[in-house]
């Protein structure tokens, strides 16, 4: 699934007045990609992801997937949010296949995928359980696996690991970022963690602070095929993170 | 560590004996409690300390309880006070909910019946107790709707807050799954908010009562609240004091099914929300 954003601004209108997030934003992203976003804080990373999710409209410019323009929420981008959401009120089960009951989707077959992929991902055994029966890698995982049970192509992660502590975010981004590629999707992960972006993407997105716009863009065709805790030990990991540090240091 | 016949240790086995012994010490302390107020109630009668006229005393309440239970009055009146109070937090709570559930649905709406809704809250509901006789005539239709009038706001106002305390990340989780309104609404809201809805119907049982009461005393025939502004205008105040310890009981009751209730509906949604 190929992404392209085609010039997208947007500006927030308050009583106040208005406040102007993104700046003329256009990226093109090919099929199985794996793209991350940073910035410094407060720069219209979630707005990007939002607009590309289409849960926010763009003031101008335009988002395409696939060859078609993007109006509204479809249910075919897969979204996961910063915390896992998961519902305390539901079982694992009926969490992860969540998206295919809204959907009315929950046909035997696409069920049965559900299951093979809480198998596949160490969960099979927990699909009685409550969230929070659950660890929070293990939580985390449960997220990605509500999110791929609809099949979507696309992924949109919105800093999923920022709730977790440092030791769980180095061995689930490891998951996570395994799972993503086996199931060959298209990924945009938003974040701020300078080491993540580069351990996990093929290529890091770099804004300037607010109104955002595209500051640089690294490609990492060196890492490839590396998980993300080989890509931390890898010589090269230090000069790139440093690369990055120093072009978000300046746009401060 | 020294190990008894049932593998635990001294140090578990002190626990769980003073654990108990507190326990027993807390159910006995409130017995004697109970047994001494009536007690020291029916001496001080007894020795006239107090003059059993105008205070009563339990031995006369077990007496006009027993009156009151062969002439065949008693479960009339209590099945009449229940049954207005039944009514009330059941409609109570519903309606409220349901109109929660339209100014979700439309933040404009809920902006414009905004400072309405604050001033019907801030009114003392018995104030219009007169207006509901006029209107619905001296019955149980105008007891039911002054129990209405004292929970139906409070119950739209705290379920309402509930619903938009609902936390914006898992609604966002919902639209980008395609989810429109109704499935946000009954996936998420609704569940999300179940301790909310409980909490109203707990704070509903207690509401009811008063009104019902109330309205037994402005207009009645029959009930918990008829009797005691019936006894107190004859001067029978045995009749008053038993059925204020009658309505304590009924009330207590009544409560208590309202916990069992919470207790199945949590179970039926598989986790306390």
Known sequence: ?252 | MKANKAGLSEERLGYLRSRTRKKRLVILARAVILVGFFGIWELAAQLKWIDSFIMSCPSRMIETLKNLYSSGDLFTHIGVSCLETVIGFTVGTVAGSLIAVALWLSPTLSRILDPYLVVLNSLPKTALGPIFIVWMGAGSGAIIAMTLAISLIVTVLDVHNGFNATDPEKVKLMRTLGAGKRQILFKLVLPANLTTLVNALKVNVGLSWVGAIMGEFLVSKAGLGYLIVYGSQVFKMDLVMTTVIILAVAAAVMYQGVLLLEKGLKKYMGVSA
């Open chain 1, 1 to 252: 699934m190929s992404v392209s954003v085609e010039g997208v601004k947007k500006t927030y209108q308050s009583p106040e007045g208005e406040i102007s997030a993104v700046e003329d934003i256009s990226l093109e992203i090919r099929d199985g990609e794996f793209i991350s976003v940073v910035g410094p804080s407060g720069c219209g990373k979630s707005t990007l992801l939002s607009i590309i999710a289409g849960l926010d409209k763009p003031s101008a410019g335009r988002v395409v997937i696939n060859g078609e323009e993007i109006h509204g929420p479809n249910g075919e981008v897969g979204f996961m949010p910063q915390k896992d959401q998961l519902f305390p009120w539901r079982t694992i089960w009926a969490n992860v296949t969540l998206g295919l009951e809204i959907q009315g989707k929950k046909t035997k077959e696409r069920l049965e995928h559900v299951r093979e992929l809480l198998r596949r991902y160490g969960l099979g055994e927990f699909m009685k359980k409550t969230p929070g029966q659950l660890s929070g890698g293990m939580r985390q995982r449960c997220a990605l696996i509500r999110t791929l049970a609809t099949d979507p192509e696309l992924l949109l992660l919105d800093e999923p690991f920022s709730a977790l502590d440092y030791q769980t975010r180095l061995s689930v981004s490891d998951d996570i970022y395994t799972i993503i590629k086996q199931e060959k999707k298209t990924a945009i992960l938003v974040t701020h963690d300078i080491s993540e972006s580069i351990s996990m993407s093929d290529r890091v997105v770099v804004l300037t602070g607010r109104p955002s716009r595209i500051r640089s863009i690294h490609s990492l065709d060196l890492f490839s095929g590396l998980t993300p805790i080989e890509r931390r030990n890898h010589p090269e990991f230090r000069s790139y993170f440093n690369a990055i540090w120093g072009e978000l240091d300046e746009s401060k």
